[in-house]
């Protein structure tokens, strides 16, 4: 735990709570200390957040209904648009009271990027895990360097599958690879995405003003689920 730093970002702020890791000890599912939440074990519904070799990454998924949405592309807005698949997301919050306004910031893990499936990187914010229940927001990026690549916002509602996308970007700029830093913030309202320290998304939301930061990935990835992660995550927070 690293108390009270000064966001360079945020001249004469301080935060309130803050947390480093660089995913030192394999665990199944990560706990260091028992600060994290998982999704499985302690949500029931989704999936848990696995560490080894210095990586934190998604468990295996249930695999049975397989991600489609308009938003992907692979769903015709005449179908109703109503996503469809498991979205059990390995996902983990940390536990405790944070401030409410959030940074969050992580170092890609990628390994044989493929079309095939949607490998995303997440970073959550003002996020809950209850049993059948996760809320809050997500901010992710594609691990894909193509037109295909994509970084988008959400929001969680409650139940498993229940999530409203609140912006969305497509193209290779957009995607991440190995190496890659990605960050995600919400002050106030307004949420923000970046990779390597430009801006790339952002959004407006009412809805949540308090929950936990963490991490996730994307559900329904197959056996490619060790192809992608995070080796470092820190999050500050903040009160005003």
Not at 83 to 100: H, M, R, S
Not at 115 to 128: G, H, M, P
Request: hydrophobic letters at 30%; glycine letters at 12%; charged letters at 25%.
């Amino acid at each position: 735990m690293k108390e009270q730093p000064v966001d360079a970002e945020r001249p004469g702020t301080v935060s309130v709570r803050s947390y480093i890791t660089r995913f030192r000890h394999d665990e199944d599912p990560i706990s260091e200390g028992g600060i994290w939440i998982n999704g499985k074990k302690d949500g029931i519904d989704l999936t848990d957040v696995i560490v080894k070799a210095g990586v934190a990454y998604g468990g295996l998924c249930r695999m049975n209904i397989p991600e489609s949405r308009a938003e992907q592309g692979n769903l015709e807005v005449s179908d109703g648009a109503t996503p469809k698949g498991d979205y059990d997301d390995p996902t983990a919050v940390l536990a405790g009271i944070w401030g409410k306004n959030q940074h969050g910031k992580a170092k890609v893990f990628s390994r044989n990027q493929t079309e095939k499936y949607f490998q995303e990187v997440e970073i959550r914010l003002r996020s809950t895990i209850t049993p059948h229940r996760c809320t809050g927001y997500e901010v992710f990026w594609r691990c894909l360097k193509n037109e295909n690549a994509y970084a988008e916002i959400v929001r969680w509602n409650g139940k498993i599958g229940d999530f409203t996308s609140l912006r969305r970007h497509t193209g290779p700029q957009y995607g991440v690879k190995d190496g890659d830093v990605v960050e995600a913030t919400i002050f106030g309202n307004v949420l923000k995405g970046f990779i390597n320290g430009v801006e790339v998304i952002s959004a407006t939301d009412d809805t949540f003003d308090t929950g936990s930061p963490g991490i996730g990935f994307n559900f329904g990835v197959g056996n490619t689920n060790v192809d992608f992660g995070f080796t470092f995550f820190e999050v500050h927070t903040y009160d005003d």
